[in-house]
């Protein structure tokens, strides 16, 4: 009887550690797997939303390959991070479509060394793009709770070189213009005059430009000496640029 029931024990208490073991495999092998379809699902949006569309720059296209876009996206929405699509992110703000993410870096035009400026921080996504790209980036966000939140993802994925305020952009950054290029992710009326100004000569400005709520227009300037070229690019939809009261 005893025996039997030691026998038992002995069996049951293999049984556990069995358990136990292939759980620890099993979540091993889930979070392996995760990441590879987080890798997939990220080729497959450079491939079939991006570089399918006409997105050619060779450092857009692998800054959009490297960076993780489900670590910007709120929790509820790591499924859909990767879709072709914008995904709110709180306080009435969207992180922007992917595409829309490499046509606007694509127009910067940037090199690496290059100092950019973005108006509208939101999830940090954008700011991390145009990081894989030059280590000198700026960028401002008038809601201080995303520009917290902004910063403490983008340290946590190792983007500690981008440097971020709360305020209102309208007003640039003057103590680090003039810049190479600046985009702004949110629609103003008309082109603020301090961005104009804090731009270097040959600069550029990426820029949705109209009313909130109506179709905007996707402005690429280019600044050559005091004359601004103004390139039309197509028409798209974004937050209002708002003002600090
Ligand atoms: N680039 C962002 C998208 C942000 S949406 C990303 O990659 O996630 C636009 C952002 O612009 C919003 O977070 C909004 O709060 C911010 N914004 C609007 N007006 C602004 C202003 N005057 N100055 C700075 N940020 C502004």
Redesign the pocket.
């Known amino acids: 009887m005893r025996k039997d029931y030691k026998e038992d024990n002995a069996a049951k208490m293999k049984f556990v550690s069995l358990c136990t073991l292939m759980t620890v495999v099993f979540s091993l092998c889930e979070s392996a797997i995760g990441e590879i379809d987080y890798q997939h699902l990220r080729i497959q949006m450079v491939e079939r939303q991006i570089r399918a569309r006409g997105v050619k720059d060779k450092k857009v296209l692998s800054a959009m390959m490297k960076v993780p876009r489900h670590k910007?996206v709120l929790e509820k929405y790591l499924k859909k991070a990767y879709g072709d699509y914008p995904l709110p992110?709180g306080?009435g703000?969207?992180?922007?479509q992917p595409y829309i993410?490499a046509v606007m870096t694509e127009l910067l035009e940037l090199k690496e060394g290059d100092k950019v400026l973005?108006?509208?921080?939101?999830?940090?996504?954008?700011?991390a793009i145009l990081g894989e790209i030059t280590k000198e980036v700026y960028t401002?966000?008038?809601?201080p709770e995303?520009a917290k939140r902004a910063k403490k993802t983008l340290l946590s994925q190792s983007y500690d070189y981008i440097k971020i305020k709360a305020?209102?952009?309208?007003f640039g950054w003057e103590e680090y213009a003039p810049f190479d290029a600046i985009i702004v992710?949110?629609a103003p009326a008309h082109i603020p005059p301090p961005l104009k100004k804090q731009l270097k000569d040959g600069g550029r400005i990426v820029i949705p430009v109209g009313m909130p709520g109506a179709y905007q227009t996707l402005w690429r300037v280019r600044k050559s000496g005091e004359k601004l070229e103004m390139n039309n690019i197509m028409g798209v939809s974004?937050?209002?640029?708002?003002?600090a009261r």
């Open positions: 910007f992110i306080e703000q969207t992180i922007s993410v973005e108006i509208g921080t939101g999830s940090g996504y954008q700011a401002i966000e008038i809601i995303l305020g209102d952009g309208y992710t949110a974004f937050v209002p640029f708002t003002r």
